[in-house]
């Protein structure tokens, strides 16, 4: 899933902590794999960085989803 995070472009490869008895809140989900669009896997430090914004993981979550 293709995402923008701090005017950057990623792909998105896994979503984890996705628990459906807790739709709409999804507190528990996270984003664990990422890359960039060469590729390349992005570090740990993007990593939290996203997981961090919570309001980028929500949207990030509901995307995944669909």
């Known amino acids: 899933m293709e995402t923008v995070f701090n ?3 990623f792909i998105i490869t896994n979503v984890a902590g996705i628990d459906m008895a807790d739709y709409g809140d999804f507190c528990d989900a996270y984003i664990e794999e990422a890359e960039y669009p060469d590729g390349t896997p992005v570090g740990d430090d993007i990593l ?3 997981n961090d914004n ?3 993981v929500s949207v990030t979550v509901f995307e995944w989803i669909q």
Request: a negative charge; charged letters at 10%; hydrophobic letters at 35%.
């Open 7 to 9: 005017n950057q472009t």
């Open 48 to 50: 939290d960085a996203m």
């Open 54 to 56: 919570g309001g980028f």
